[in-house]
């Protein structure tokens, strides 16, 4: 019954959010465009390969053809239905096998050697600028086929038009090494189309991988002008080793969350199904990986994306060192002599006069069950190079971040992250709760990306106020944002007395029902009957005093009702107080978990009854809702 239900949950969650609406980006002055061409360097499988001598006559080898995914089904009907019937039962092998059959099928095509190299001479359709710039594939492909991150695209015309739009494909089986190689041809053919000297460059998730190692290459030839990395995979995916390793461990809350952000709907249906958890899922996963690991196992991108701390477990575990040793010596090159280098020769690309951007999502576990901090596929730390606390924990108050970095706070408000290790430590912006993928669909980082790849503005994280280093997201699925009147995002000083609070919503209006804090003794009143319209802001007056310390760190929970689905909400945001001496160092690890005043009275007993249930959430929104108004009324 629980499956049932959990399933149902997310039918309905998926189907009413299946409209949604837009939100405009601030537009820039034209006169601060730079005028040379975007090269979009996209996510994993994004290419689009072919099978043949030629183009017009070879086959279409990747894409997946629905209709055929459809009869697939149909076809093995009888196998699946006695697959799930032994589901039940716990056994996933007969439905893995069934599905593995089918998914081998369907990758035959794309499947490599032991040693790495292709089983079949596959090529990519769209190799060279001439055919693959926006406005060519507009008119060849009016469906919108190979034409990458459309919605980015769209907005990106808007200052240069689709002409000066390119799109870079890749053979993404291949290692990081081949995908570079492949970027420094490619970027030649663009600046011959388009008589420019140099590119700008768009990057996502792999790509930025693609990007880091290609600027690692052959930074050196100054082809770039502005180069933006966001989400990037440049030190591997969680997400990889989960599934190599056959380690699957689904976070059910995680992923209907990240659904949230990527469908931007403002109903928050993750708290309910914390206790429906879909263990099944796992079950099939962990044994389905086994049976297609000769379609993808050799794949020599996905050893690349095992992060460096994991890989000589991973390889020795799957890989035979002598009939896959050359793919083994080109994923030890990448791992130790490529990616070593990475910090050091992007360090000179901007000294030679680059702009290299890195915009990282955190704050999320790996959707798989890894935990690590992370945009919920790759781990903060190899898409920044940034030292992370472990998931669900975070640096002690008082600590002190390990590179000194000229006198530069480089630790982020909730104390997580330390960016002083980083690749680039002032040219990498974190956004808290952003999930991979999501850049476009949240106001800030899609406004700093634009500005990062159209302009010279920014050259760093000190540029501009508007931009800072650290910054929660504002995912209409956020609902609301906190910040302190006058102070930098995610700081609290003792010359403010103004919490800020905006509704971060596109369509839902949003009321304030309480507000909690933890690690600061505020009084902060909310009027419930006053209405948050999208977009608007509302300045609220606390009592008490900041206390005179630095390097501590504190949260605000605000609660608050819409008229959606599920009516009530709560977002916590995590502050270092900056008011004072620092806090006796410390070098510890504690609990990163907000204490709301439901903590404060449940036992432990409870408290681990309720999280079994998944029902955690639920009584203390509704526990701290009513404890805040009899205090507030009462005086309690």
Not at 115 to 128: A, E, H, M, Q, W
Request: charged share 20%; hydrophobic share 40%; glycine share 8%.
């Amino acid at each position: 019954m629980k499956k049932i239900i959990a399933i149902l949950l997310s039918l309905a969650m998926i189907i009413s959010v299946c409209a949604f609406g837009t939100s405009a980006s601030g537009l820039l002055d034209k006169k601060d465009i730079t005028e040379y061409p975007v090269i979009i360097v996209p996510g994993y499988t994004s290419s689009a390969l072919y099978l043949g001598d030629s183009p017009e006559t070879g086959e279409l080898v990747w894409g997946l053809d629905m209709d055929d995914v459809l009869n697939r089904v149909l076809n093995n009907i009888v196998e699946l239905g006695v697959g799930l019937g032994a589901l039940t039962v716990g056994n996933a092998e007969i439905i893995a096998k069934t599905v593995g059959r089918e998914i081998n099928g369907i990758f035959e095509k794309l499947r490599c050697n032991p040693d790495g190299t292709s089983v079949y001479p596959i090529k990519r359709l769209l190799d060279n600028g001439a055919d693959s710039n926006n406005a060519v594939l507009m008119e060849r492909y009016p469906n919108g086929e190979h034409r990458q991150e459309q919605d980015i695209a769209e907005e990106i015309a808007k200052y240069i038009g689709h002409e000066n739009i390119y799109n870079f494909s890749c053979d993404f089986r291949m290692g990081s090494e081949f995908c570079a190689t492949q970027l420094d041809a490619y970027i030649q053919t663009v600046k011959k189309h388009s008589g420019k000297d140099k590119v700008n460059i768009f990057a996502v998730s792999h790509g930025g991988q693609t990007t880091a190692t290609y600027l690692t290459l052959f930074g050196y030839k100054n082809d770039v002008d502005n180069a933006v990395l966001t989400v990037p995979a440049i030190g591997g995916a969680g997400i990889a080793y989960d599934a190599m390793t056959s380690q699957v461990d689904f976070d059910e809350e995680c992923l209907i969350r990240f659904i949230e952000h990527g469908t931007r709907t403002e109903e928050d249906y993750n708290w309910l199904v914390k206790a429906h958890q879909l263990g099944f899922i796992d079950d099939i996963l962990n044994a389905l990986i086994p049976e297609i690991f000769v379609s993808l196992g050799y794949w020599g991108s996905l050893w690349d994306f095992i992060p460096l701390d994991k890989y000589e477990d991973t390889k020795k575990m799957l890989l035979d060192a002598e009939e896959s040793a050359p793919l083994i010596e080109k994923c030890d090159r990448f791992h130790y002599e490529i990616y070593p280098k990475v910090e050091e020769k992007l360090a000179e690309c901007i000294k030679n006069g680059m702009n290299i951007s890195i915009i990282a999502g955190t704050g999320n576990r790996i959707v798989t069950g890894l935990m690590e901090d992370s945009d919920g596929i790759i781990t903060t730390a190899s898409s920044t190079g940034a030292t992370t606390a472990p998931y669900g924990q975070r640096f002690a108050d008082g600590y002190v971040q390990i590179e000194k970095c000229g006198g530069k706070n480089k630790v982020s408000p909730d104390m997580k992250i330390d960016a002083s290790t980083g690749y680039l430590p002032d040219n990498t912006w974190y956004v808290n709760g952003l999930f991979h993928g999501m850049t476009f669909w949240d106001n800030y980082s899609r406004n700093l990306m634009m500005t990062l790849l159209f302009t010279d503005n920014i050259t760093d994280v000190y540029s501009d106020p508007a931009y800072p280093q650290f910054k929660d997201t504002t995912n209409p699925s956020s609902a609301v944002y906190a910040q302190f009147k006058g102070c930098k995002a995610g700081e609290v000083d003792g010359k403010t007395n103004t919490l800020v609070i905006t509704n971060c919503c596109w369509e839902n209006d949003v009321r304030l029902s309480a507000i909690s804090c933890d690690g600061i003794d505020l009084k902060i009143r909310v009027n419930p009957f006053d209405k948050l319209e999208p977009g608007e802001s509302v300045e609220l007056e606390f009592e008490g005093e900041i206390p005179e310390v630095s390097a501590k760190v504190a949260n605000i929970t605000v609660y608050y009702t819409m008229a959606t689905i599920t009516p009530v909400g709560y977002r916590t945001q995590y502050f270092t107080i900056n008011n004072g001496d620092a806090v006796e160092e410390s070098d510890a690890l504690v609990s990163a978990e907000a204490e709301t005043p439901f903590d404060s009275v449940i036992g432990d007993f409870s408290d681990n009854i309720l999280r079994t249930l998944g029902l955690k959430e639920l009584f203390a929104m509704y526990f701290n809702i009513i404890f805040y108004w009899v205090n507030t009324i009462f005086g309690i």
